[in-house]
């Protein structure tokens, strides 16, 4: 059965106190690597909430269809090769669409497949039952969730990088301390607000 | 990476230690750090990590010859799922509660960039008994970093090793252990501590 959790409630959880990438730990790699830079954190965030809200709404469909068939056991599979075709059909869609879209978003899209934000999305999805819109309300806050820690990330590295850091901390030590605060901070408003 | 030492000791130094997979590369931390506040759960998840990366990097070096350059990530990634498919199979059926605590970071070993990225770098261009070492000592070097957060999450979150009470009853549990942002600081201080003994041995990053 699906939780009984408003949508409403549920995309505040998605975006603060559930944070996908603070809370989760999901979307690590591109997040440290990528956040050196503030225009690719805007459009790679942008890419995310995109695909995240797509791909978990068609896998929840493809979940239900599995579940009918019984072959729930291929789920990973059918999941990746869901997530790298949406992947690719956006990347199509944006290239006829818009170009200009297409130059800022498009580089980012193949990026995203390996995300493991996206595949943990839909696997959360899954162990915690949601139902359709649930399910799209989850993605879509996630998404935005993660653009907001990546670009929260990429404004206080720029700070961070004129700081004296001890030579070991530099790069990533420090990064990970940077967001191990954020973490807290988002953290904080748990209180409020729980999800399963 | 034309010039890599293909030696079996040297493999394991490499990725054990100089080139470990976390702190000189920060690859794959997606997966891991949500299961660090328990060490049977950090375990479990790290050995299946080690087999999956092992076996795949045998797979893909075995089909190295047959796979055409256009779809290659594709077939790897498709080879990764396979034997994810099969860890987690067999964790629910063998320690169904372990299985239920890991949750969806069994399935996430698929998105774990270490495996894609010793598939890539390594079992490409080299046979499939070296690159299933070179697969599992990566593992190995992966283990060994989340098993030492995860002692100390543990130790001090808990109050625990393995389930088995270690410190006094007095001990307060530190809060802050449990919850992720411990996993980030204490991260931050092993690569911290990495990095400064291997700027003091003086090898080139």
Do not use: H
């Not at chain 1, 359709?132 to 990429?154: K, Y």
């Not at chain 2, 797979?59 to 080879?79: A, D, E, N, W, Y």
């Amino acid at each position: 059965m699906s939780p009984a959790i408003s949508p409403f409630a549920l995309f505040f959880a998605s975006i603060f106190t559930s944070n996908i990438l603070l809370a989760n730990f999901l979307g690590m790699c591109s997040f440290v690597s990528i956040s050196k830079d503030m225009t690719s954190s805007n459009g790679l965030g942008l890419a995310v909430v995109v695909v995240l809200t797509v791909t978990t709404g068609v896998n929840w469909a493809v979940l239900q269809l599995l579940q009918a068939l019984g072959l729930v056991y291929l789920r990973f599979i059918v999941f990746i090769i869901v997530i790298a075709a949406v992947v690719q059909m956006l990347e199509m869609i944006i290239d006829r669409v818009s170009q200009t879209l297409y130059m800022n978003l498009g580089i980012f899209l193949p990026l995203i497949t390996v995300n493991c934000a996206i595949l943990g999305v839909s696997l959360f999805m899954e162990i915690r039952d949601y139902s359709f819109i649930q399910s799209i309300v989850f993605g879509f806050g996630s998404g935005l969730g993660w653009w907001l820690a990546i670009m929260a990330l990429s404004a206080i590295r720029k700070k961070v990088d004129k700081a004296p850091v001890p030579a070991g901390l530099k790069g990533a030590g420090i990064t990970m301390i940077t967001i191990g605060f954020m973490a807290m901070a988002f953290i904080g408003f748990s209180g409020m607000l729980q999800v399963q | 990476m034309s010039d890599v030492d293909t030696r079996p000791g040297a493999i394991l130094k490499n990725n054990l230690w100089t080139n470990n997979p976390i702190f000189m590369q920060v690859l794959g931390i997606c997966s891991a750090l949500a299961v660090t506040n328990l060490l049977t759960n950090t375990a479990i998840m790290t050995i299946g990590v080690t087999l999956v990366t092992g076996f795949s990097s045998m797979t893909v070096s075995l089909l190295k010859g047959f796979m055409p350059r256009k779809v290659r990530m594709m077939v790897q990634t498709l080879i990764i799922a396979f034997y994810v498919i099969i860890v987690d199979i067999v964790l629910k059926a063998y320690l169904p509660e372990i299985s239920r605590n890991l949750g969806p970071y069994v399935g996430l070993i698929i998105t774990n960039c270490i495996i894609m990225g010793r598939a890539e770098a390594f079992a490409q261009s080299n046979g499939p008994v070296i690159s299933f070492w070179d697969g599992v000592t990566s593992g190995l070097g992966y283990m060994g970093v989340l098993m030492l957060i995860a002692f100390v999450r543990e130790l001090l979150g808990f109050g625990t090793l393995f389930g088995f009470q270690i410190l006094p009853e007095s001990f307060i549990p530190w809060t802050i252990m449990v919850v992720p942002p411990s996993a980030f600081f204490l991260l931050g201080f092993v690569i911290w501590a990495g990095k400064s003994a291997m700027n003091r041995q003086g090898a080139p990053a």
